[in-house]
């Protein structure tokens, strides 16, 4: 498949004439804009659907740490789908389904902070669809997801428009979203929640050389209801601003045929929270069918205004009289470094497999760029996914 | 749309300014020349486009987003979830 849309790529190289052909290419522009998770077709034809549908299975396996506990176990299976409809519709669909059980990781000691479940083991369904209508120079969807756990339900739309200039080396891409949450409580009949959220993507992907695609992206979120998290000791702000700025450039070293995928984001919010992300892939290829693709990321965030630091000297909750407070090592200021290997092998024309490990850790001490948490117990996560992919 | 958080736009608006600076500057040099029509081939690659693997992408940052504090900036669309 990759192959097939090699050889009309070259084809429409040469053929400067064939406006449909130059057409094609062209839309690898628009098709890297695509800012919609779930909507990226292998094949780059984004001003009509992908040239062949695809059904993915992937196995996430998730294990996470804190010096001389396991914590949380996951194992998530899914299936995907994605199909051409026509000449100028595709649509697709996933499910996924997580089974998590174990115990929440603490910064604090156990005994200083009472809470509910510490101990868990819970179910999520996730289902999602989209589908998008393509123009000449534009590029239309609309998706639904809804996710469901015993204590959490959640419903979501999106709706996003990508266009693009003459010469396709340009792409703006405007996207709007609304979701609403459903909260309650193992073990507390009583506890009915609710939270809207609404949020907008707009951003712009450049062809700047012939070898470099350049995204930048700034989102804007809004969330109103309950962000307390039930099952531990807090309670937060009833309202939340979320504000991404997303850099993303890929770069191709013709030579080696690998190409460098980087990303930043600077992320800012109404919790005082304030991160930067910074990643990067080499994408290597070793064979007509294999390539390896080695990731690092560094993370490092500010923690929330909220945020309680432990005693000094303990790791025990001060006393406090906030009506807002937290002490989840989520809100707290942490760096985190990612390390990743994907493999991925082209068995034949119809099928491939993909498989990634990843090893994550965060340090309070790993943070930069401002005040630093008291050095709690670090957090070690590790994961491998394994995925089969048949095209049609 | 109403902003509460002004000191978040404007944040976001530093952070974006010196962005934009920095590809103005790139934009000088050779760093920019936007390929003709014949000249796209190699952006056409799959590992040449933004998104990746959306099955990957989907695990990734669902797991990013249960253990940090910050989220999104990628796509809209996806709802949350009550993940510890």
């Known amino acids: 498949m990759v192959a097939t849309a090699w050889v009309e790529v070259a084809v429409a190289a040469t053929d400067r004439n064939n406006n449909k052909q130059l057409g094609s290419v062209g839309g690898a522009v628009l098709l890297a804009a695509l800012a919609l998770p779930g909507l990226c077709p292998t094949v780059a034809q984004a001003e009509s659907p992908p040239e062949r549908g695809s059904v993915t299975v992937k196995y996430l396996h998730y294990k996470d740490k804190q010096p001389g506990f396991d914590r949380i176990t996951a194992r998530a299976p899914s299936v995907s789908i994605e199909a051409p409809i026509g000449s100028s519709w595709s649509v697709s669909a996933s499910t996924v389904r997580d089974s998590v059980s174990g115990a929440s990781p603490r910064r604090y000691t156990s005994t200083a902070i009472p809470s509910g479940a510490s101990r868990m083991s819970e179910e999520r369904t996730a289902v999602d669809g989209s589908v998008t209508y393509y123009r000449p120079r534009s590029a239309y969807s609309f998706s639904l997801s809804n996710s469901t756990e015993h204590d959490y339900k959640s419903n979501a739309a999106g709706v996003n428009a990508r266009f693009s200039t003459d010469d396709h080396n340009t792409t703006v891409n405007v996207g709007a979203g609304w979701s609403s949450d459903k909260i309650g409580k193992t073990g507390d009949p009583d506890l009915h929640e609710t939270k809207h959220t609404y949020e907008m993507l707009v951003g712009v992907t450049q062809a700047m050389t012939r070898t470099d695609l350049l995204q930048f992206n700034i989102g804007f979120s809004r969330g109103a209801g309950y962000f307390t998290d039930p099952y531990k000791y807090d309670l937060r702000p009833e309202d939340r601003e979320q504000w991404t700025a997303l850099l993303r450039w890929n770069h191709h070293f013709e030579s080696m045929g690998s190409t460098l995928r980087t990303s930043y984001r600077y992320y800012t919010d109404s919790w005082s929270v304030n991160s930067h992300a910074l990643q990067a892939e080499w994408v290597q290829p070793i064979s007509d069918q294999l390539s390896l693709t080695p990731l690092v990321r560094y993370y490092t965030q500010s923690a929330a205004s909220f945020y309680l630091d432990p005693r000094p000297g303990t790791q025990r909750a001060p006393v406090h009289s906030n009506e807002i407070y937290s002490y989840d090592q989520r809100l707290s200021a942490f760096g985190a470094v990612t390390l990743g290997l994907r493999a991925d092998y082209q068995i034949d024309k119809d099928w491939s497999t993909d498989i990634r490990g990843d090893w994550y850790k965060q340090r309070s001490a790993w943070r930069v760029g401002g005040k630093v948490s008291p050095d709690l117990e670090p957090f070690t996560a590790t994961s491998f996914q394994l995925g089969v992919k048949r095209a049609f | ?84």
């Open chain 2, 1 to 84: 749309m109403s902003i509460r958080c002004n000191a978040c736009l404007s944040r976001v608006l530093r952070w974006s300014a010196l962005l934009a600076c920095m590809l103005t500057l790139s934009a000088c040099s050779s760093l920019y020349a936007p390929p003709q029509p014949w000249e796209k081939g190699l952006l056409s690659k799959p590992a040449m486009t933004m998104d990746g693997d959306p099955g990957e992408s989907r695990y990734t940052q669902h797991i990013l987003d249960s253990k940090e504090g910050s989220r999104g900036g990628y796509g809209v669309g996806g709802g949350g979830c009550g993940c510890n």
